[in-house]
């Protein structure tokens, strides 16, 4: 009851719907923390219905969604759309992943460059230039298969060894969303939105969420979660 209240009163004070899906996805962070020690027998925010936020333009994939557009994904396509559903990357700093930036044995990422209109830039701001941790099993696999084989320096490359083109990715995505059945209208960069909003469901702190992003501003954060 008290939560409800809370969450009321943070719409009463004019406070965005996913602004306040922000503050309730930190206190149920912390209140899960209270039960694992003991503290209270349950997390009393999560039977709460978080609010609704209108006129998003953004989407995103839940859960089986993603697993059914990944196993549907055509051969190479697979290790690249998982790369963006798993890290949360923009889309012109996965078309510039080098092999050099990957290191295996730490189990990291490291975002240096971008991609933009074919030029071979450095990362779009400061805080764009990012470690992203290589934490789930498939993004190891993913990236471990070289999909896309072993010519030049580009993880995702045309097959002479040339960084692919945004165009080039357009008609593989659209056919593993349809052979899953998605009829939802998801562009590339909504795959960066449903990593961003998996890891704020899954209970992950907006700073760290922040800093996976590589955004320089906290409200660009918000408007990903939900």
């Not at 998801?186 to 899954?202: G, Y």
Request: proline share 3%; net charge positive; aromatic share 8%.
């Amino acid at each position: 009851f008290q939560v409800e209240r809370f969450k009321a009163r943070q719409l009463e004070k004019g406070y965005a719907a996913a602004t306040v899906r922000i503050h309730l996805s930190c206190l149920s962070r912390a209140l899960r923390c209270a039960v694992a020690w003991k503290l209270i027998d349950e997390n009393p925010v999560a039977n709460v219905e978080l609010p609704t936020a209108d006129n998003r333009r953004e989407v995103f994939l839940d859960g089986d969604e993603i697993d059914r557009f990944l196993a549907a994904a055509e051969g190479k396509w697979k290790a690249l759309f998982t790369v963006a559903v798993r890290t949360g990357m923009r889309q012109g700093e996965i078309l510039a992943l080098r092999w050099e930036d990957i290191d295996f044995k730490r189990k990291v990422i490291q975002v240096r460059h971008s991609l933009y209109k074919g030029k071979l830039g450095s990362a779009k701001t400061r805080t764009s230039a990012r470690r992203i941790p290589i934490a789930a099993l498939d993004l190891e696999a993913a990236l471990m298969g070289r999909s896309f084989g072993r010519n030049g320096e580009f993880v995702f490359h045309d097959g002479q060894g040339q960084p692919l083109t945004k165009e080039a990715l357009r008609k593989p995505l659209r056919q593993a969303l349809k052979d899953a059945g998605n009829d939802k209208p998801v562009t590339f960069h909504d795959l960066r939105h449903t990593f961003a909003a998996m890891c704020a469901m899954r209970g992950m702190d907006v700073a760290t969420l922040q800093g996976m992003l590589g955004h320089a501003d906290l409200r660009m954060v918000m408007r990903y979660v939900h």
